[in-house]
């Protein structure tokens, strides 16, 4: 179906996410940074990113900002556990086309990946 770029520093989290993508049928590849996630997306051209927000290097945000100069049609959702209204809308004004807090189902995750992609 579709190349996913999961980036998430917990390499639990990129694995959970990893297995959702993977039994709908997407093709996934891992970042473990921001800095990394800008690198895969540039050398793999995923056709959506399901990026963490806080992790070491870069944060997902400004991880986010550098791939939407790159490709102002990106297509980033953004999960996180800091579900706060300000990261939210700093995030969807960044460019992402959705947000997820986290612990998200399986079922959340997919909708809003199925979305980011239509």
């Given at each position: 179906m579709?190349?996913?770029?999961?980036a998430d520093d917990a390499a639990f989290q990129r694995l959970r996410v990893r297995k959702v993508c993977e039994n709908a049928g997407h093709?996934?590849?891992?970042?473990s940074s921001g800095r990394e996630a800008v690198d895969m997306f540039v050398a793999s051209?995923?056709?959506?990113v399901l990026m963490d927000i806080t992790m070491p290097d870069m944060d997902?945000?400004?991880?986010?900002?550098?791939?939407r100069e790159?490709?102002?049609t990106a297509r980033v959702v953004m999960l996180s556990a800091l579900a706060q209204q300000a990261v939210v809308i700093k995030a969807v004004?960044?460019?992402a086309r959705d947000f997820i807090a986290k612990p998200a189902e399986a079922d959340?995750?997919?909708s809003a990946l199925n979305r980011a992609l239509a």
């Open positions: 579709s190349l996913i770029l999961v093709e996934v590849v891992e970042a051209h995923p056709d959506a997902g945000l400004e991880a986010l900002g550098r791939i790159l490709d102002p004004m960044a460019g959340r995750v997919l």
